[in-house]
C-alpha cells in the first residue's frame, strides 16, 4: 500500500482537470483494503474510490479527503464447462484484458463490450454496456468492503439494482460506500446474432463479415472503436460524456415524429443529438466534440472545471433549443 499526498487529480483522470487530492492511497493487494480504511477511519476524512480515472471528472477545488486507487490485480477461472465459464477478476484489473480472457477462451457474454477503458471494478458500478450487451446479463457476483461494517462481503446481481448506468454503489444512500475487491461473471458458448446495432452492423455489412464468434465481434468492436474514440493517452478525454436519453411511449411517438431515432426501450442516441445540432467539430471553451463521434468531448487546452461547465452547458442548451430533449453528464465527479 502506498499513501501519497497533495496530488493532482488532474493527474489520475484521463480529462486531465482537477486541483489536488489530500492523501493518494494505492491498493494493490486484498489485505490492503482494510488498512487503508483503517487510515480513513483514523484521520477522519472522506474518501474518494477511483479505478483508471477514465470515466471521473476532478473539480478545481480538488478533494480534502482520500482518494482509494483499486489496483487489486488477478483473474481465476472458478469454473468451465463446454457450456459456460464462471470467471472471477479482482477490481484493479484492466476490463479490456478481463474480456479478452473470456473470449480468448470462446466464451461469449462480453465481447460487444471491448475496448471500453477502465477497470473491471469499476464496471458494475455503472453497469457497463455497449452493442447490446452488458454487464447485468453476466454478473453473478461481487465481493465488496462496505465501509460501514468494515467487512468483505459477496453481494449478488440481484441486490445490486442495476439499471442504465446505476447501481446501488453509485445511487442511493449507500453509494461510493464499497469497494470493489473482485468480480464474477458467467460467461456461455453461445454467439451474437445480427441485426446489431447500426456501427457493428454497418461493420458487418461493409466488410462482409459472417463470423460472429466472440473472437470476431471483439475484433470489429475494437476495429469500431479505435476509429471512432481518441486514445486517452493521446487526447484528454472521458470517453461518452453524455448519457443517451430515454423516453416514455408518448414522448418516444412526439421525438419520432420530429424524425428523431429512438430505439428499442425509448432510446435516443445522444451522439445522434449533438451531431444533428451541428456541434460535431466544434469548440466550446477548450473543449472540443469530436469529428469522429459526437458522443465524444475533447479536453483540447482548458485547464479548469469551470470551463467543463461552460462547454457542458453549451452543448445542453443547443441540443435543448433543437429538439426539446435533455442532455445528462455520463462521468461522474470527484466531488463530497
Not at 246 to 265: C, F, H, M, Q, R
Amino acid at each position: 500500500m502506498n499513501i501519497r499526498e497533495n496530488i493532482p487529480i488532474s493527474t489520475l483522470t484521463t480529462m486531465r482537470l482537477g486541483g489536488n487530492a489530500r492523501y493518494v492511497i494505492e491498493l494493490k493487494n486484498p489485505t490492503d483494503v482494510p488498512t487503508a480504511f483503517s487510515f480513513i477511519f483514523t484521520k477522519n476524512l472522506p474518501f474518494y474510490i477511483l479505478g483508471s480515472g477514465s470515466n471521473v471528472i476532478g473539480r478545481d477545488e480538488g478533494f480534502p479527503g482520500i482518494i482509494l486507487i483499486n489496483n487489486l490485480k488477478g483473474i481465476e477461472i472458478i469454473s468451465q464447462t463446454d457450456k459456460s465459464l464462471i470467471l472471477k477478476g479482482y477490481g484493479g484489473e484492466n476490463f479490456d484484458d478481463f474480456i479478452a480472457y473470456g473470449v480468448n477462451l470462446g466464451y461469449s457474454g462480453m465481447e460487444a463490450l471491448s475496448a471500453i477503458p477502465g477497470t473491471l471494478g469499476a464496471a458494475p458500478i455503472q453497469n457497463v454496456g455497449a452493442y447490446g450487451q452488458e454487464m447485468s446479463q453476466v454478473l453473478t457476483n461481487v465481493e465488496a468492503y462496505d465501509s460501514r461494517t468494515g467487512r468483505i462481503s459477496t453481494i449478488a446481481t440481484p441486490q445490486m439494482h442495476l439499471g442504465y448506468r446505476r447501481s446501488i454503489f453509485n445511487h442511493g444512500v449507500n453509494a461510493g460506500k464499497y469497494f470493489i475487491v473482485s468480480v464474477t461473471v458467467k460467461l456461455t458458448k453461445t454467439h451474437l446474432t445480427p441485426p446489431f446495432y447500426t456501427s457493428l452492423q454497418s461493420y458487418v455489412d461493409t466488410n462482409h463479415v459472417t463470423d460472429f464468434s466472440p473472437k470476431s465481434i471483439r475484433k470489429m468492436v475494437v476495429a469500431i472503436r479505435a476509429a471512432k474514440l481518441p486514445d486517452p493517452a493521446a487526447a484528454a478525454s472521458a470517453g461518452s460524456f453524455f448519457k443517451n436519453v430515454y423516453l416514455n411511449s408518448a414522448e418516444a411517438k412526439k421525438a419520432t415524429a420530429k424524425g428523431i431515432p429512438v430505439w428499442d426501450g425509448g432510446k435516443v442516441p445522444s451522439g445522434w443529438l449533438i451531431e444533428h445540432a451541428g456541434l460535431k467539430g466544434k469548440e466550446f471553451f477548450g473543449f472540443k466534440v469530436s469529428d469522429k463521434a459526437a458522443l465524444i468531448l475533447i479536453n483540447e487546452h482548458a485547464k479548469t472545471y469551470a470551463d467543463l461547465e461552460k462547454a457542458r452547458s453549451a452543448i445542453q442548451k443547443a441540443v435543448f433549443d433543437k429538439f426539446g430533449l435533455n442532455l445528462e453528464q455520463e462521468p461522474v465527479e470527484i466531488s463530497l
